[in-house]
């Protein structure tokens, strides 16, 4: 399956989201950009290699941490921005914000401010596509806090009992907010969709390709009629909770924070493999990174 894929086009996609949450960060501290932002820097493999298993017109509903499965998705990084700077060409006019992106062009139903909050949307679009007959598909990407809120264990009961074509992904990114998660958390995330039958599987989330064949089996049998899945992806957030969310040192050590940036990263990880298998050097992620800061 993995030479099915462009798999320099997946290092794109994930360094387009890292650049652009740079970017937003200073368009934050420099005062230029109104509200807060969430950033997704160190979860791109989820984003890049869930998506790039999906068709156009599947669906995804996401986060209030929501920029990277956006642009995975194949939302404009012009309307991106216009949309953070509160402009009429924005998604949603500006009057959304950096919570509430939506582009139904490309599947993207709407990312979600109330946490868990989207993963009835996800469902119902799922629902909608076996009334139609539809192959389409429905992503509903929430994070570890999330998997306490009730309205997710009701949607994955409902989607048990009705086989509804819908995968749920879980980013576990280790933290609700500054508490870690297993302090509200109580037991294993992955026994409760494995309670209600769910197949469900725990993955390496900074491992792009990992991502993708995972979630490419899960899509299939979700189209095959076979019902829903449940992935739960291990990973990491490099920045705080959001933009404001500096002085991180009573919740996590910089240690821990250096360990996943150079240890874990999933943009490095992806390049190691690709030199590896000479599909690429430093000077084709230099011509990358120019084409992309191009834009």
């Known amino acids: 399956m993995d030479?099915?894929?462009d798999w320099l086009h997946v290092y794109e996609q994930m360094l387009k989201i890292r650049l652009f949450e740079e970017q937003v960060n200073e368009l934050y501290t420099s005062a230029k950009m109104p509200g807060?932002?969430?950033?997704y820097s160190g979860e791109e493999a989820i984003a890049?290699?869930?998506c790039e298993a999906l068709q156009r017109d599947d669906y995804i509903t996401s986060t209030h941490r929501g920029h990277g499965h956006c642009l995975a998705k194949g939302a404009s990084i012009d309307r991106m921005y216009a949309e953070l700077l509160g402009k009429a060409a924005g998604?949603?006019?500006g009057k959304g914000g950096s919570m509430h992106i939506a582009?139904?062009?490309?599947?993207?139903l709407g990312a979600n401010a109330i946490v868990g909050g989207s993963a009835g949307i996800a469902t119902g679009a799922a629902m909608s596509s076996k009334m139609r007959k539809s192959s389409q598909v429905a992503v509903c990407f929430f994070g570890d806090g999330a998997i306490n809120q009730g309205i997710v264990y009701e949607v994955m009961n409902m989607a048990a009992l009705w086989k509804l074509p819908v995968l749920y992904v879980c980013e576990n990114n280790l933290y609700n907010e500054y508490t870690p998660n297993a302090e509200t958390t109580a037991g294993s995330m992955t026994a409760r969709p494995l309670a209600l039958g769910i197949p469900t599987e725990e993955i390496d989330g900074q491992d792009v390709r990992l991502?993708?064949?995972t979630t490419r089996r899960m899509v299939e049998r979700a189209r095959q009629g076979q019902g829903p899945s449940f992935l739960l992806c291990n990973t990491y957030r490099y920045y705080g909770h959001h933009v404001g969310d500096?002085?991180?040192s009573y919740y996590r050590s910089k240690a821990e924070e250096e360990y996943w940036k150079t240890e874990r990263d999933p943009l490095n990880l992806l390049a190691r493999w690709l030199i590896e298998q000479h599909l690429a050097d430093t000077t084709v992620f230099e011509?990358?990174?120019?084409r992309i800061r191009s834009l």
Do not use: S
């Not at 011509?287 to 120019?290: K, V």
């Open 103 to 108: 582009d139904q062009d490309t599947g993207n």
């Open 211 to 213: 991502v993708y064949t």
């Open 287 to 290: 011509a990358i990174e120019r």
């Open 91 to 93: 998604y949603c006019k």
């Open 3 to 5: 030479d099915q894929v």
């Open 246 to 248: 500096i002085q991180r």
């Open 36 to 39: 807060l932002a969430h950033l």
């Open 48 to 50: 890049v290699g869930v």
